[in-house]
């Protein structure tokens, strides 16, 4: 299987709109005059980790079908795999030791969350698209109540200015409901993207040739229906309580609400699908589009997504941690550096200095990138 436009662009799109949520989220002030800047931000910015997380389970589908077409044996296809899981899980640990500190360790942050869903979605990979569906409605069904019992809140006290984050203490029960419920990005419900992930490219890549463009109208119409169920729980849970607020509540991202999951999934997987169909649907589109210069821009951020996660990491925070410690705390100007614009200037400044870097690893044959890395450390 030929590498696919859609999936290139969607994932460039992901660390694009990542890159420039995190910029304004963490060094820009809210004020009036800039307001809808802030909130738009925020809006796009919502689409970047669903679309990541979904196209872990995508991209696993494409990858170890690919191998065994190559006459790979399973069992090395799943040592692979087991060992890249690892590996992304580990490096997800020492991003947190080293961009945000010790005591941000168990956070339970997006790559370690992806290095969990590659083993989750692999060993579920035999149920049938109807079975992996009804687990997806299981995890949305049970992931509220569990949090309330839980005492979901009890782990969002710390305060640096208007921002709640997460602080877990160093016990194994707690740790384990971080990892499981509590944390920035916990197994449920953030599953169910990569399940949707996994299934959605079975469903449609997995058919034969003359079935997918029918199949890829029918994950299109399917993604706007969640979308319109998403938007819709949204707006019915305001002032609403009792046990229906689990799941009709205002869209949030911590906790990851019901309403948020139903319409950011609808939202990618009516994209992925589109962009399937209007740059990967046959042949003759597939090749006009990587033959284009966009393509090539898209294709690059996409390749290297990894190491534009960690350095856009490094080079908004450390700057921000090295001023904040002359005024004698690292902490000091969190939230309130710069204004939404300028936190946008500095994200489109960095996306272009980075695309000259990625072209030279693309020179190097991307020797020294994460990916590089990665790909030596799996084997």
């Known amino acids: 299987m030929k590498r696919l436009n859609s999936i290139d662009i969607l994932r460039a ?42 196209l872990v389970g995508a991209s696993l589908w494409i990858s170890n079908n690919r191998r065994r077409a190559e006459g790979v044996p399973e069992r090395a296809i799943a040592a692979h ?8 899980f580990v490096v997800g640990l020492i991003f947190n030791l080293i961009i945000w500190g010790p005591e941000e360790l168990f956070d339970w942050d997006i790559l370690t969350f992806i290095g969990s869903a590659i083993v989750v979605v692999y060993l579920i990979r035999r149920l049938p698209d109807w079975a992996i569906v009804g687990l997806c409605v299981a995890i949305l069904a049970a992931s509220p109540p569990l949090r309330e019992w839980t005492g979901y809140g009890s782990h969002w006290l710390s305060q640096r200015g208007n921002y709640t984050e ?31 992930g996994y299934v959605s490219a079975r469903h449609l890549l997995g058919a034969e040739e003359h079935l997918r463009k029918r199949r890829a109208r029918s994950l299109l119409a ?16 305001f ?15 911590y906790p990851v609400s019901t309403s948020f999951v139903l319409l950011t999934l609808g939202v990618v997987l009516a994209g992925f699908a589109g962009l ?8 003759a589109r597939r090749a006009a589009a990587s033959r284009r210069d966009w393509m090539a821009f898209f294709g690059r951020y996409s390749r290297y997504a990894l190491t534009v996660y960690v350095l856009h990491h490094a080079l908004h925070l450390w700057p921000m941690y090295v001023a904040g410690l002359a005024q004698g705390d690292v902490w000091f100007y969190w939230q309130d ?16 200095a980075c695309y000259v870097m990625l072209l030279g690893w693309d020179k190097a044959r991307r020797t020294g990138s994460l990916e590089w890395l990665l790909a030596r450390a799996v084997g």
């Open 239 to 253: 002032g609403l309580e009792g046990p229906l607020a689990f799941y009709l509540s205002p869209s949030t991202f």
């Open 276 to 283: 399937w169909l209007a740059l990967d649907g046959d042949e």
């Open 81 to 88: 795999t087991f060992r890249r899981a690892l590996v992304i």
């Open 337 to 352: 550096w710069v204004t939404p614009a300028g936190a946008l200037g500095l994200a489109a400044l960095f996306l272009a």
């Open 13 to 54: 799109l992901a660390i694009i709109l990542m890159v420039q949520v995190h910029f304004v989220g963490n060094l820009a002030y809210w004020f009036p005059a800039q307001a809808a800047l802030y909130d738009l931000s925020f809006l796009f910015g919502g689409l970047a980790a669903p679309s990541f997380t979904l």
């Open 222 to 237: 399917f993604g706007g229906v969640l979308g319109l169920l998403g938007l819709g729980a949204h707006l019915a849970g």
């Open 166 to 196: 997460y602080v877990v203490p160093w016990r194994a029960n707690e740790i384990l409901l971080g990892y499981t419920l509590h944390g920035y990005f916990p197994l449920l419900p953030w599953l169910v993207f990569p399940l949707a």
